[in-house]
């Protein structure tokens, strides 16, 4: 796609407040972004800086206070837009589980096929079908065991989707923690992404930590930052 072109996804000066008390706390503050078709774009931040709201608001979830989302020409944020329709063209993985704790797990797996595609419940559960579980989550050493389906499952969302935002977890910058990264700096790696590193303005010492951020990076990593 040429940059003359619309881009698929594009964020008009968008806001997101909360109201706390007698005090409104502003999340999001004029955020202009496009995403072109077949980008990938990391979204790396402490925790606590917006990125979840971020991405909440990209599909609207969560509805941004002003500003317009731009999603494959369509103005997604306008109240008179059918947003169901327009999420069928969206794919989002949660840094949290957000399982329906009165379901199975099958149940939990079928519910967005049969919801969304309105497919017959036998069919799903014929496409969805799961045979057992391990947990290879636990230790430091199963984790580079997870690649090859996280690969897999970003590829099937790379055909399945225009654009892909990716949240990090926590900061991309805990010493202890890079040599098994696999959800911050690590997976911008794999899928060659660039990076939006974010942060809170109405924090203290912001300024200080985003610099102190991107000194802890690798030279190649601090390349990946926009």
Do not use: W
Request: glycine share 8%; with cysteine; charged share 25%.
């Amino acid at each position: 796609m040429s940059r003359e072109e619309t881009p698929t996804l594009e964020l008009r000066n968008v806001y997101r407040s909360f109201k706390q008390g007698s005090q409104t706390l502003e999340v999001l503050r004029g955020i202009n972004l496009n995403i072109e078709k077949g980008e990938i774009v990391a979204l790396i931040g402490p925790s606590g800086s917006g990125k979840s709201t971020f991405l909440r608001c990209l599909n609207c979830m969560e509805d941004p206070t002003g500003g317009q989302i731009i999603f494959n020409g369509v103005d997604i944020a306008d109240m008179k837009v059918d947003i169901n329709i327009h999420r069928r063209h969206m794919g989002m993985v949660f840094q949290h589980f957000n399982l329906f704790s009165n379901k199975t797990v099958i149940q939990n797996i079928m519910l967005a096929p049969v919801y969304v595609q309105c497919q017959e419940l036998r069919k799903a559960k014929r496409k969805n079908a799961i045979t057992g579980f391990t947990n290879i989550f636990r230790g430091k050493e199963n984790k580079k065991q997870l690649i090859p389906d996280i690969m897999k499952a970003f590829h099937k969302l790379e055909e399945e989707n225009d654009i892909i935002v990716i949240e990090g977890a926590g900061s991309p910058a805990e010493i202890n923690l890079k040599k098994d990264d696999i959800v911050n700096m690590g997976l911008a790696k794999m899928v060659d992404a660039p990076v939006l590193l974010v942060g809170d303005i109405d924090r203290g010492g912001v300024f200080a930590s985003l610099y102190g951020t991107v000194k802890l990076l690798e030279p190649e990593e601090q390349e990946r930052i926009r």
